[in-house]
């Protein structure tokens, strides 16, 4: 607990000093405050709050600095997300107050509540982080060398190496292979398989994002060139094959952004090519017959990734629709009851299902056929919106590249969400996601030195001005 306290202590001092540094005191505290839990006697669930509670005190030093954090800039860009926003954020307050009333717990009322909304104030600090696409690109390469110096511990755990430090928290992962016996998904550092996968995936596309955001250099091209070399085979050893798929799914969708609104390819082809030399020169070592006997078993595993995607996401999607509803009725059980976590105080399977395991169901069995419809409109309006800001930053050869392939990253996680939310039960990692989203939606900003919002009529369709007036009428 003490080193915990210092953590925070240091950290708060460099928040309140400077906000936009203290956002690296957040990612540095979000990997540390694993092991930390780890080394903490009963491995208590609040140490994995340290990094949202630091998050938490740049947001008040960004109020004390007086930056607008508001979403007024984004209604005058384009207000199509202010409906349904507004619709669902209040859905999720009053499913949050069914939950309470009928469980009587606070800690499962809150869980809901955390689920949903922690992205927030992770967007509207990330809107007003980045001033330039450097500010960003900056903290992701800070966020790949912290990441690849907790992934090589899962190398020491694969050697051998017994720690307290190197186990999962609580009973640990396991899974079965086809050749017999028991193998144990690594973690290394961080608490769990899970998180350790998304981190390293992460990264992973965080240097595609940089490569194509800014102008190809030998050190970058070597310093990618080490970090996929640690965090890509650690990433196999966790044994989540799931963050495989999102690795090939952001790499389409930025693909097939950067092809279609015809941005420069020079450096897409450049970027890609170096990922497919990895990706051959690392297929043809894993196909040797040099390979050690236990990598050939988490190869296997991961090998099986795409056959399996497809059935799983059937399943946990529209699969599971109708027991989902059966089970939880037509408004839902509440939000939080099945949430991660959730499962501690007395939610999870036991008052959702087993079938609400995928991100879908999850959000249709607490919130219920209304939770899902205002979710699913959102989604549309946020498509909408991104997609007026692509049209808007299209041919800008440093903007346009962050701009997709932000839009790459959150579409890939958003087809992992579908399949299996738990993940995203880790408010760190909600509020990446929602800095992330933050900085997205203000790329359009990127474009003038003066920060004038660009006029909404330039740019969202006629049929779209019914947020305009919601939005108005709210101001």
Not at 74 to 97: D, E, K, R
Not at 410 to 428: E, M, Y
Request: with cysteine.
């Amino acid at each position: 607990m003490i080193l915990a306290f210092l953590l925070f202590a240091i950290g708060s001092l460099v928040c309140l000093s400077d906000w936009r540094r203290g956002l690296y005191m957040v990612v540095l505290a979000g990997f540390l405050q694993d092991p930390i839990r780890k080394m903490t006697p009963g491995e208590p669930v609040m140490l994995s709050l340290i990094a949202p509670a630091l998050f938490g005190v740049c947001f008040i030093s960004a109020l004390l600095a007086e930056e607008e954090l508001s979403f007024q800039d984004l209604n005058q860009f384009n207000p199509v997300l202010y409906l349904p926003s507004a619709l669902f954020v209040g859905w999720v307050a009053i499913s949050t107050m069914v939950t309470l009333t009928t469980t009587q717990s606070l800690i499962l009322a809150g869980i809901g509540a955390m689920a949903y909304l922690a992205p927030i104030p992770g967007l509207m600090l990330g809107y007003r982080f980045a001033r330039r696409p450097d500010d960003l690109l900056n903290l992701l390469i800070f966020y790949i060398v912290v990441a690849a110096v907790f992934s090589s511990s899962i190398f020491l755990e694969m050697a051998g190496v017994d720690s307290p430090l190197l186990r999962s928290v609580g009973e640990g992962f396991v899974f079965y292979p086809e050749s017999g016996g028991i193998t144990v998904l690594h973690c290394g550092l961080f608490r769990s398989p899970e998180v350790a996968g998304w981190h390293c995936a992460s990264a992973i596309c965080f240097l595609v994002i940089i490569g194509l955001s800014r102008k190809p250099r030998l050190g970058f091209m070597i310093f990618a060139l080490l970090a996929a070399g640690i965090v890509l085979p650690a990433l196999i050893l966790t044994g989540r094959r799931k963050f495989l798929v999102e690795i090939v799914t952001f790499i389409s969708i930025s693909g097939a952004l950067l092809t279609y609104f015809q941005t420069s390819m020079k450096r897409l082809s450049s970027v890609f090519v170096v990922a497919a030399v990895l990706g051959a020169g690392f297929f043809f070592y894993i196909t040797s017959s040099e390979l050690p006997g236990e990598w050939a078993v988490y190869l296997q595993r991961s090998s099986t990734a795409q056959t399996d995607s497809k059935d799983r996401f059937f399943h946990m999607t529209f699969g599971m629709f109708e027991y989902v509803i059966g089970r939880n009725g037509f408004f839902g059980s509440g939000a939080g009851t099945g949430s991660q976590g959730a499962q501690h105080f007395g939610g999870g399977s036991v008052l959702v299902g087993c079938a609400a395991e995928g991100g879908l169901g999850k959000v249709l069995a607490e919130l219920g056929i209304p939770g899902i419809t205002f979710l699913l409109w959102l989604f549309g309006a946020v498509l909408a919106y991104v997609w007026a800001a692509s049209n808007r930053v299209k041919g800008d050869e440093n903007v346009a590249p962050l701009c997709y392939t932000l839009m790459a990253f959150l579409g890939a996680n958003s087809v992992v969400f579908t399949t299996a939310h738990q993940i995203f039960g880790d408010v760190f990692i909600l509020t990446i996601l929602g800095l992330l989203f933050g900085v997205l939606l203000r790329t359009p900003y990127f474009l003038t030195s003066t920060n004038t919002p660009v006029k909404e009529e330039a740019i969202a369709p006629v049929r779209r001005r019914i947020g305009r007036r919601f939005a108005e009428r709210a101001s």
